[in-house]
């Protein structure tokens, strides 16, 4: 039987064109975030299903690859359910592995701990354009600092980043609270069981806008009172540090104290310490979908280009799940293939000025003058030039075309030397 | 329920001291190959278990992470067998995916084609000491070139990297030919149906011996006379490029003629042009599990760690089980895990000259002080600092040996002005 040559529904192969493209933005990302003293780890790819399904991921975990159990343990005949039959699973994100891996080695790690991970995560997604069932995320993350200057250093670090390998696009950083966001909906009066069906409408206004979100309110129960002072609330708050502040005092029988003052003195000293340039703005319409967040969250869209590029926020009760204790954690993730679809769209980007240079040697090649070649090759290699060493194929254009493909500008031919 | 701590049986952890040296290595491995003109390229990590269960791999194929079907298409009432229930598996090495890879995408690549590829694979041996189920490969391999040009690139490639990375550490190369290792056998008289068992028992040699060898070989029944002639054949032979050729001339009869030819002029050829040092030679005793070698075999020593720190060969056959139509193909594989055992055990390696600095902040500082603080760390960022910043703890020095432990060096204490 003849092997598949595709690969595996919703995963893909990666051309050289954009594995330069994919390596060159890791690299700027790790560099990036490495200056900022994020340490990089690894986890394994494979992790316990039973911490795969612990509701710590939300609809992700409707999405895990699962492993079958081998040997002995797999009992095929006694198996009454799916649970029977595995053991393990692709991890859909890397999140919940670090707090795993800190509770693991919490004792080795300093603290706090700035991690910092890039790797493949893997959700059995319907495939679409632009949506793989394998991916890349980048993720920077801060454990044990319930200060705010762990949301400063995510946000200064990840715009650093983002700034460095797309200069030329423009960006915006939306901020939030999760206490404010549940602060103006207990306000409003909304019913504090009713509070997730709020947020997962409101989640919804970049696509139906406010009169939509307003409908959608009312159509689900809510008290007219309730819609309307909710609808001029979100229309009449400031989206400057100035205007949180103002709305801590006008939820201040709803929220704790703090809330307003810690988002508003993040986005003042993010915007007076930032080398980066980029607008950054409170969004009391943004909720991130993650059920895990306990803070402050986060979110970078790009000029031109829907969805977000990376999002992120606090996580502060995970880590207790493992420990029993709960830690303090915050984190920032960058979404890769979104930054590498947006790359290549704009026909990829400046990869480095090493010279590359292809020789093409004809086949038969005496073998003296061959070693004299190699050896030639060698240097130039020695001398940091990029030399790919070929046979010269019969049709000399095609091959230099597939080349040129490949970043070669320099060509040079060997042929045999005919007379001898 | 708690969740559980520990990886997933046989995977690991990666701690920061480890991944900086990983990290090191693979960029070193990287720059080298890129210079070679190895282009680097992906392939997803989960393979249609029919392309993972071909007989390609022979006995991974046992040590397969099997993927659970998901939806509609898991019927678990009907599944006869396990075979029922699966329909991807994790890759247990990255040669077979290049292969698919390059029968699927060979039309966009240039030809031949020199593909790097760096990325985890995954088998379900028994775990124990420095063998894991999840581990990294870097392989290169050269797709469409029949001449001994790809295994002269490739031991110039792979010795250069592995010069590069262990610049201390001797190391030889040892190469033959599946043809000599057959035509010897042919030679000596032992019947071609029972070749596989002269072998298996053969690449016993450096546990047994010769003379070990030579009792496995009459247990098991073959002709006294085959196995004198076989131990005085090898044993007669030379190690250079010399005795190669000389032992093409014994065995004329028994083998192709050119075989004995085209292994020395690599052996004098990778000799003449290598700019690293290590040693070089034929093993008439090596053979290299893997069935899908065709041509020359090769393994990579290095003093003082047994078993072999990387290896390759030539693989004819593979492509076309895919195509229908065979391509010459090549590879050489360094065992990077094998690497970073050897590196770690010598006490890590010089990683870079990056300043790595600390700056301790006391918790509770004031807000423009802060501010000022955080200016100066990312004006250090600018300039190539590595610049940590983190709340000071209530044991300093417990701190601060936490973070000499990642490789830091200079440290800022900032305190409160408690005067103020």
Redesign the interface.
């Known amino acids: ?8 529904t919703g ?6 064109a954009e ?2 493209v ?2 060159y933005v890791m690299n700027q990302i ?1 560099d990036t975030y ?4 994020f ?10 299903i ?2 795969l399904t ?1 509701k710590q991921g939300g609809d992700n975990e409707k999405l895990i ?4 159990k ?1 040997g002995e343990k ?1 009992d ?1 005949k006694a ?1 009454q ?2 649970g029977d ?4 699973g ?1 991890r859909y994100d890397l999140t919940l592995p670090l707090a ?2 800190f ?3 919490g004792a ?5 701990f ?1 991690a910092l991970q890039m790797g ?1 995560v ?1 959700r ?1 997604d319907h495939p679409q354009k632009g949506r793989f ?2 991916f890349t995320q980048c993720d920077i993350d801060i454990l044990g ?1 319930e ?1 705010s ?1 762990a949301e ?2 995510l946000i ?1 670090a990840t715009t ?1 980043a983002l700034g460095k390998i797309c200069p030329e696009n423009g960006f915006t950083v939306r901020v939030n609270d999760r206490e404010i966001l549940k602060g103006m909906a207990v306000y409003c009066g909304f019913e504090e069981g009713l509070l997730d069906q709020v947020f997962i409408i409101l989640d919804k206004m970049d696509k139906i806008g406010i009169e939509g979100v307003k409908a959608e309110l009312l159509e689900a129960g809510h008290a007219r009172e309730s819609v309307e002072k909710y609808v001029a609330l979100l229309a009449g708050t400031g989206h400057d540090a100035a205007g949180v502040r103002k709305l801590g005092e006008v939820l201040e029988s709803a929220m704790p104290k703090e809330v307003a003052g810690n988002l508003a ?1 993040i986005m ?2 993010v915007a ?4 980066t340039e980029f607008s950054l703005y409170f969004d009391p319409t943004l909720v991130r979908g993650m059920s895990y967040y306990t803070g402050t969250i986060f979110e970078v869209s790009m000029e031109g280009f829907g969805g977000s590029v990376a999002g992120g926020g606090r996580y502060d009760k995970m880590i207790g ?4 204790k709960d830690t303090p954690a915050c984190g920032f993730s960058i979404g890769f293939e979104r930054i590498i679809t947006i790359l290549m769209d704009q026909g990829g980007c400046a990869i480095g000025d090493k010279v ?1 240079k ?1 020789y093409l ?1 004809e ?1 038969g090649m005496d ?1 003296v003058r ?2 004299e070649i ?2 030639q090759a ?1 240097e130039e ?2 001398n ?8 010269m ?1 019969k049709n000399k254009k095609f ?1 230099k075309g ?2 040129e ?2 970043g070669y500008t320099e060509f040079v031919n060997f042929y045999r030397e005919s007379l001898k």
């Open positions: 039987m003849a092997l598949k040559k595709k690969p595996v995963m893909r192969d990666i051309l050289p594995m330069q994919r390596e790790r490495q200056g900022f003293g340490t990089q780890i690894e986890t394994p790819c494979v992790e316990h039973e911490n612990s690859f699962k492993i079958l081998r797999l095929l198996a359910n799916e039959l595995v053991d393990g692709l795993r891996y509770s693991n080695n080795q790690l300093p603290m706090p700035k493949s893997w059995a069932r394998q600092d200060t200057m400063i250093e200064l650093a003195y003042e000293t007076d310490v930032a080398e799940k493992f420990t029993g590359k292809a040697i086949k073998s061959f070693g190699m050896k060698m290699r020695r940091g030039v990029q030399v790919l060493v070929s046979h194929n091959q597939q080349l493909k490949e």
